[in-house]
T-cell receptor, first 114, second 114 residues
Framework: GAGVSQSPRYKVAKRGQDVALRCDPI?????LFWYQQALGQGPEFLTY????????KSGLPSDRFFAERPEGSVSTLKIQRTQQEDSAVYLC????????????FGDGTRLSIL | AQSVTQLDSQVPVFEEAPVELRCNYS??????LFWYVQYPNQGLQLLLK??????LVKGINGFEAEFNKSQTSFHLRKPSVHISDTAEYFC????????????FGQGTELSVKP
């Protein structure tokens, strides 16, 4: 079956530009998570949705970061006025409902800010 | 606040030798524990998880891990590694009633040599 799909796989943007990263979760998965993975580091939590409700956005590093999941399926992570420190791999994961359910990860979007 | 420490950033080992990747966590509440593997330019794949019950957990690809509550550890082991096990390994913890967000360690790079 289809896994978590992220697009684009690679994105290069100039500092100051806005970017949008897309995540298609596994069909029927209620929970959706975004993580940021800097080079050589472990992923760090950004935000979490249950259906269309954003229940935790404590990991978003600044108000330039915004995530949405308007219909409870596809999610978009938007970064406004990008900075060089935003360069990272952005991982999306989905799971069935329940805090003990394993998360299934996409291959990520590698964002490079020039 | 919860945190995860992976004690070794790199572990070189010869093919068919045993390996142990160490993980310690800190949390004031009950947790779920996970090990994920990441191959180059890919997302994370679940190896195994501890939710409750038996402290020895078996996962895919011949890996196993043991939960030790008194030492707050969750070390990953394999009795005989293959070249194909070369990858980055991440230990992660989630606290119950936190929606399932994962806190990851910094990762351990396992390098299997012929």
């Amino acid at each position: 079956g289809a896994g978590v799909s992220q697009s684009p796989r690679y994105k290069v943007a100039k500092r100051g530009q806005d970017v949008a990263l897309r995540c298609d979760p596994i069909s029927g998965h209620v929970s959706l998570f975004w993580y940021q993975q800097a080079l050589g580091q472990g992923p760090e939590f950004l935000t979490y949705f249950q259906n269309e409700a954003q229940l935790d956005k404590s990991g978003l590093p600044s108000d330039r970061f915004f995530a949405e999941r308007p219909e409870g399926s596809v999610s978009t992570l938007k970064i406004q006025r990008t900075q060089q420190e935003d360069s990272a791999v952005y991982l999306c994961a989905s799971s069935q409902t329940g805090t003990n359910q394993p998360q299934h990860f996409g291959d990520g979007t590698r964002l490079s800010i020039l | 606040a919860q945190s995860v420490t992976q004690l070794d950033s790199q572990v070189p080992v010869f093919e068919e030798a045993p390996v142990e990747l160490r993980c310690n966590y800190s949390s004031s509440v009950s947790v779920y524990l996970f090990w994920y593997v990441q191959y180059p330019n890919q997302g994370l794949q679940l190896l195994l998880k501890y939710l409750s019950g038996s402290t020895l957990v078996k996962g895919i690809n011949g890996f196993e891990a043991e939960f030790n509550k008194s030492q707050t550890s969750f070390h990953l082991r394999k009795p005989s590694v293959h070249i194909s096990d070369t990858a980055e390994y991440f230990c992660a913890v989630s606290e119950r009633n936190q929606g399932g967000k994962l806190i990851f360690g910094q990762g351990t790079e396992l390098s299997v040599k012929p």
